[in-house]
T-cell receptor, first 112, second 115 residues
Framework: DVKVTQSSRYLVKRTGEKVFLECVQD?????MFWYRQDPGLGLRLIYF???????EKGDIPEGYSVSREKKERFSLILESASTNQTSMYLC???????????FGQGTRLTVV | AQKITQTQPGMFVQEKEAVTLDCTYD???????LFWYKQPSSGEMIFLIY??????QNATEGRYSLNFQKARKSANLVISASQLGDSAMYFC????????????FGAGTRLTVKP
């Protein structure tokens, strides 16, 4: 019973490439989030969205943008990938009145 | 923005013993929820336990309990009777319930259970 799906588990991209990370949830949640996870830093919030076509910056939005054209899909875009964006990226979604957040399996991105 | 602090990068515990993982938080909003997640080496995030800021009693879920001390702004996770399968990263997180629905995480604690 897959709930939050990220398009790739592993991704290798070249510096300067435009990179798309896709996330789809099947629970009709309003809220969707993108985090990056780095050792010693935990999960840091990049961007989030409360509704279709709405987006809010998190703590580390620089170098990223997002798109939410449909309720179930939230895309993270690296406009011009750099080596310091090599990381694990996690997508999550939850309902405003639900205590539990649901996470995707993560995308390990390597920028060379 | 809210801040979550986990001061223990790594912890060791003997199998069958109890262990406490520390978490402190900082917020001026009275309405919030506190969460603990487990991340095994496979990378999935597993929800363990939730405590609401207005909950009078400490949350418990099986072998997990949350030691909630509101005045001290601490939300420590207690795992009783540790098992080898408990070896993982553990993250504390906080989310405001009404104003902003975004969730912030601490840096995590790597727990290793010794046989």
């Amino acid at each position: 019973d897959v709930k939050v799906t990220q398009s790739s588990r592993y991704l290798v991209k070249r510096t300067g490439e435009k990179v798309f990370l896709e996330c789809v949830q099947d629970m009709d949640h309003e809220n969707m989030f993108w985090y990056r996870q780095d050792p010693g830093l935990g999960l840091r919030l990049i961007y989030f969205s409360y509704d279709v076509k709405m987006k809010e910056k998190g703590d580390i939005p620089e170098g990223y943008s997002v798109s939410r054209e449909k309720k179930e899909r939230f895309s993270l875009i690296l406009e011009s990938a750099s080596t310091n964006q090599t990381s694990m990226y996690l997508c999550a979604s939850w309902d405003s009145w639900n205590t539990e957040a649901f996470f995707g399996q993560g995308t390990r991105l390597t920028v060379v | 923005a809210q801040k979550i602090t986990q001061t223990q990068p790594g912890m060791f515990v003997q199998e069958k013993e109890a262990v406490t993982l520390d978490c402190t938080y900082d917020t001026s909003d009275p309405s919030y929820g506190l969460f603990w997640y487990k991340q095994p080496s496979s990378g999935e995030m597993i929800f363990l336990i939730y405590q609401g800021s207005y909950d009078q009693q400490n949350a418990t879920e099986g072998r997990y309990s949350l030691n909630f001390q509101k005045a001290r702004k601490s939300a420590n996770l207690v795992i009783s009777a540790s098992q080898l399968g408990d070896s993982a990263m553990y993250f504390c997180a906080m989310r405001h319930l009404y104003n902003n629905n975004d969730m912030r995480f601490g840096a995590g604690t790597r727990l290793t259970v010794k046989p």
